[in-house]
């Protein structure tokens, strides 16, 4: 086992938010009186983690769920009501890029400035201010001053700028929410590069890819609150399970491999019964896949669930829908489920997880490969969910 960098014992946060606030001494001179009440906000309560040297551990959770909070009682940003925090190595915070930056400097000057209250010396951030302008793609705008610059450009120059410190620890906060692709890759390629160094990292992101790309556990945080510990990939069906919904059919992995249950395989199919991986919007789909039977079901429960690339779950299609029943199946038997459904689909890229459960109310899984099948779909869109056919009138009163 690795040696623990950062302990988080019983971690409390709570902020007070007065109903009554006095913006000038005048209101106060003439209201000396009024009584001041408060409400308390929970940001976090009562967590407690361990995270070992060289772990990659990412912090997800909705808006409000206390991630970025945390990350700054960490930081020592916020100081914490109740609990400990123990830090084992240097810490450098990628909290909010470019906080300290003068916009009435140059990108030259603010460079060194940050640089040396990151923890360089002087000598060290001139040395190294080739490598920030260059990896920030920022070497035409050296003298000019950032009030003139992009909210992108300011962005690429504070993580260049951060990167130079050599921390043991680095506490990385929504980062990537701001820059183009190009500068998303270079910061991708930087943290591969973080992580093959052994370097500790906590990462709050909203992407799950990104999580599950990275980390080697997550959290999901809720309300304050740790809701979930574990693989990242778990984590992230329980994320968006919190906020998309679920999937009709959900065991353990050890429980799927032993039904001996199996999906063979998984497509789509256009109206004449061509398998597809594309199609235009207004042709009719099915959603297809090819079940082998492992033991003796009366009426399992079939089902293909359609989400998008950011896991909002569309469409659940289950055969026992308005009470039908699928039939008696023997073991040993291929039996092949097919689900056809308009395509009011807006244009994107969607993907099919098939599922197998026993009769009832299809918790208990037999089968299930998540984004086993994909589709693109083309078309005009409207920057909906879906393209429904519309009737549109419009009258004068």
Not at 34 to 42: F, G, I, N, P, V
Not at 125 to 139: H, K, Q, S, T, Y
Not at 195 to 207: A, L, Q, Y
Not at 213 to 231: D, K, P, Q, S
Request: charged share 25%.
């Amino acid at each position: 086992m690795a040696p623990v960098a950062l302990s988080i014992e019983g971690v409390s946060k709570t902020f007070r938010l007065p109903h009554q606030q006095y913006s000038t001494l005048k209101e106060r001179a003439l209201h000396p009186f009024r009584s001041t009440e408060y409400d308390e906000l929970h940001a976090v309560e009562d967590i407690s983690i361990d995270i070992a040297t060289g772990e990659f551990f990412g912090i997800v959770g909705r808006n409000g769920s206390g991630k970025s909070t945390l990350l700054k009682c960490i930081a020592g940003i916020y100081g914490v009501d109740k609990g400990r925090i123990s830090v084992a190595g240097r810490l450098s915070p990628f909290i909010e890029l470019g906080v300290g930056f003068n916009m009435d400097l140059t990108a030259r000057d603010n460079v060194i400035i940050n640089a040396i209250m990151l923890g360089l010396t002087r000598k060290q951030a001139n040395e190294r201010f080739d490598d920030v302008i260059a990896f920030a793609e920022l070497e035409e705008f050296i003298d000019l001053k950032l009030k003139n610059y992009s909210s992108g450009m300011l962005v690429r120059l504070a993580f260049a700028t951060s990167i130079q410190v050599e921390a043991e620890i680095l506490l990385i906060d929504e980062v990537l929410a701001v820059g183009d692709a190009a500068f998303q890759q270079k910061c991708f390629e930087e943290f591969f590069r973080l992580k093959r160094e052994g370097r500790t990292i906590v990462f709050v992101s909203h992407d799950m890819y990104s999580v599950e790309r990275f980390c080697h556990r997550a959290m999901l945080m809720e309300r304050g609150r740790m809701v979930e510990i574990g693989e990242p990939r778990s984590i992230g069906r329980a994320y968006h399970k919190l906020n998309f919904g679920h999937l009709p059919h959900e065991a353990p992995t050890e429980e799927l491999a032993s039904s001996g249950t199996v999906i063979a395989e998984a497509w789509f199919q256009d109206a004449s019964g061509e398998r597809v991986t594309s199609a235009s919007q207004d042709e009719r789909l099915s959603m297809c896949f090819e079940v082998r039977i492992a033991e003796d079901l009366t009426d399992p429960v079939f089902a293909a669930t359609l989400r998008t690339e950011l896991g909002h779950t569309i469409i659940v299609a289950r055969s026992d829908q308005h009470g039908q029943r699928s039939g008696s199946f023997k073991a040993g038997e291929t039996v092949i489920a097919r689900f056809d459904l308009p395509n009011w689909l807006t244009s994107s890229r969607y993907a099919m997880t098939p599922s197998l459960a026993r009769e009832g109310t299809g918790e208990d899984a037999l089968a299930l490969v998540e984004d086993m099948a994909s589709i693109l779909i083309h078309g005009d869109a409207s920057g909906g969910i879906l393209e429904l056919p519309i009737d549109v009138k419009i009258e004068r009163a």
